[in-house]
């Protein structure tokens, strides 16, 4: 009987070693936010292997956190906040249009969060998934066939104008196109073309300006969203 049971587990030891990081995380991490800044540091650590993993076991990570947390309406709130965070942010090391994407679509399928809570993860997805690296560039009252760096600003910002002439020396010899956002007067920088993203509809999050994009000479993003400062 006792060689059965060590045979038994040295077979789940084998099982688990087989099992990609990520995927085995919440097998030995558990989903307590009574120390609030030790699950936020444990999270971080959850998001940089995903990141890092390959996409289909990031996901099922993502599944198998997200299933724990339908238990715990509070955790979910939390946690959600924290994918935000790493894979929707732009200053974040784990940024990730796919990972957020995937968390939205949890949310969205959980039904967990009030409609007024997930409708901002939501506008935050569509928002993610423009302008991605390949992808036709989305520019509003604009087509580009030609190389150009287009520069997103909330006219508001002081920064923000800063920026204009910060991208400019970057890329002198490409297309300007600034997009700008929020209210204000329009920017008096010359070399640049100006033009208002739909407030009503935006395509940007007026939150993450200044950030720029690279669009090469067939109208593709050739570099996706990146921050100025």
């Given at each position: 009987m006792r060689k059965i049971t060590?045979?038994?587990f040295t077979a789940l030891a084998l099982l688990s070693c087989d099992r990609p990081e990520i995927v085995s995380f919440w097998d030995t991490h558990s989903i307590d936010y009574t120390d609030i800044d030790a699950a936020e540091d444990q999270f971080a650590d959850f998001a940089e292997l995903a990141v890092a993993a390959p996409e289909k076991d990031a996901f099922k990570a993502i599944d198998i956190l997200y299933n724990r947390l339908r238990k715990d309406e509070v955790a979910y709130y939390i946690y959600s906040d924290w994918m935000e965070a790493a894979f929707y942010n732009l200053i974040s090391p784990c940024h990730s249009p796919a990972l957020f994407g995937k968390a939205v679509d949890r949310i969205v399928k959980d039904g967990v969060l009030t409609s007024g809570a997930a409708e901002p993860f939501i506008r935050k997805r569509e928002w993610s998934g423009y302008n991605l690296p390949g992808a036709v560039a989305t520019v509003p009252g604009v087509v580009i066939r030609e190389r150009a760096v287009v520069l997103v600003l909330d006219?508001?910002?002081?920064?923000c104008r800063e920026a204009l002439s910060a991208v400019e020396a970057l890329f002198p010899d490409a297309r300007h196109v600034a997009v700008c956002c929020g209210?204000?007067?329009t920017p008096a920088v010359?070399?640049?073309e100006y033009v208002s993203d739909d407030s009503s509809n935006p395509v940007f999050d007026p939150r993450m300006?200044?950030?720029y994009f690279v669009v090469d000479s067939d109208g593709r993003v050739e570099v996706s969203y990146t921050t100025v400062f």
């Amino acid at each position: 009987m006792r060689k059965i049971t060590v045979v038994i587990f040295t077979a789940l030891a084998l099982l688990s070693c087989d099992r990609p990081e990520i995927v085995s995380f919440w097998d030995t991490h558990s989903i307590d936010y009574t120390d609030i800044d030790a699950a936020e540091d444990q999270f971080a650590d959850f998001a940089e292997l995903a990141v890092a993993a390959p996409e289909k076991d990031a996901f099922k990570a993502i599944d198998i956190l997200y299933n724990r947390l339908r238990k715990d309406e509070v955790a979910y709130y939390i946690y959600s906040d924290w994918m935000e965070a790493a894979f929707y942010n732009l200053i974040s090391p784990c940024h990730s249009p796919a990972l957020f994407g995937k968390a939205v679509d949890r949310i969205v399928k959980d039904g967990v969060l009030t409609s007024g809570a997930a409708e901002p993860f939501i506008r935050k997805r569509e928002w993610s998934g423009y302008n991605l690296p390949g992808a036709v560039a989305t520019v509003p009252g604009v087509v580009i066939r030609e190389r150009a760096v287009v520069l997103v600003l909330d006219q508001g910002c002081p920064s923000c104008r800063e920026a204009l002439s910060a991208v400019e020396a970057l890329f002198p010899d490409a297309r300007h196109v600034a997009v700008c956002c929020g209210y204000g007067p329009t920017p008096a920088v010359g070399g640049w073309e100006y033009v208002s993203d739909d407030s009503s509809n935006p395509v940007f999050d007026p939150r993450m300006t200044p950030i720029y994009f690279v669009v090469d000479s067939d109208g593709r993003v050739e570099v996706s969203y990146t921050t100025v400062f």
